[in-house]
């Protein structure tokens, strides 16, 4: 059944469905979007629930239905019982507008919807023209009741480019006290859903412009005022590197433990005493242990921790590349190869820190991915006559470090 005969069979039962939220953004700014939701108005549960059978029901606090791959909402208000992003008390019934639907949502450009019949825009709080002009803007004083509004426009303001109005920014900061009670799962959501834009950079901006970076980002924040040299970092402290060096990330690769990897890979620096500054020495390894601190506190998957991890500990080496000795790039290889970053991954993180260039031996991708399908424990093995074992392992090596020596002949 398409969406057509769904809506034309709500509307002969006396209701009217409506698409809403970020498919109407979506469609009128041209973008994909893969998610379809629909808001039922003037038909209560148990009438939908006749119409269409096959719909299962999914929700506990308000009546939500799935059927063909679409959500469909009954019409609601909600009303804030409680702190955090959950204690609300949700009002369902066929007598809730539209209108008051809309209402309790975040903001403008999420709050429009189109007749699914008529194709008619309803716009009540002026979405559209801020959709024009680039803005996101919170509805009304009502944002304030959701902490999570906060990470969302966040979100938003990258994923979309647009800016975010003052009063918006305000309302965020004033929320402050209440993002402690936000489950670190949904905060890590919302960071992985900007990581996933042209510009994440800016999901952290608006968050130091409503003050509220070090909520969940402390070991971010720490990074705003920590100085660098300026002959190498002429683009001033290290949040600054590290915002553009992010943004650099994604022009390089989709992959979003890789972007997070850029993300991490200077925090150290956030913990160097300033009295040391403009120097960060030994920040790659304190940095190993901000890595695994902040993601542990995220709740972040194993795999991401680990890029992380690597990204922190190993970049340095990978900007002295071409001044290693073959041993130590040997070394630098085979280990880098073996993590869950691995040797393309780390490229990209020197790439970024280094301005975007890989340049001569610091290329290690390359030379490194040649070294290992050049010298293989296979082909030694038969060299040798020797057998899987330690011995195997130190002649594997030894013969890695003499193809690196005659390369650099």
Known sequence: ?????????????????????????????????????????GLDSSEFACLFPSARLDGKSFPVYRMNGCEFALARREKKVGVGHKEFRVISGKEITLKEDLERRDITINAMAEDVLSGELFDYFGGRKDLESGVIRAIGTHFSEDPLRVYRVARFSSVLGFSVDKETISMMNSLKSELEFLSKERVFEELKKALASEKPSIFFSVLRSADVLDVHFMPIYKLIGALQPEKYHPEGDS??????????????????KVRFSVLVHDLGKGETKKQEYPHHYGHEERGVEVVRKFCDYLKMPTSWKKCGMVAAREHMRGGIFNRMKPSKKVEFIERVDKSYLGLDGLQ??????????????????????????????????????????????????????????????
Not at 6 to 34: F, H, P
Not at 248 to 256: A, R, V, Y
């Open 1 to 41: 059944m398409d969406i057509k005969e769904v809506a034309k069979r709500i509307k002969e039962s006396g209701g009217r469905l409506y698409l809403v939220g970020g498919a109407v953004r979506d469609k009128l700014l041209g973008r994909t979007n893969y998610d379809e939701d629909y808001c039922v108005v």
């Open 239 to 256: 949040y600054n590197h590290t915002m553009i060096c992010l943004d650099k990330s994604c022009e390089m690769t989709t992959d979003l």
């Open 348 to 409: 990209i993180v020197v790439n970024c820190d280094k301005g975007g260039r890989a340049e001569g031996n610091l290329d290690f991708l390359s030379i490194g991915k040649k070294c290992l399908t050049s010298v293989t424990a296979s082909d030694v093995a038969k060299k040798y006559n020797l057998k899987p074992g330690i011995a195997l392992g130190r002649k594997l090596h030894e013969e890695r470090i003499n193809w690196i020596k005659n390369l650099t002949k």
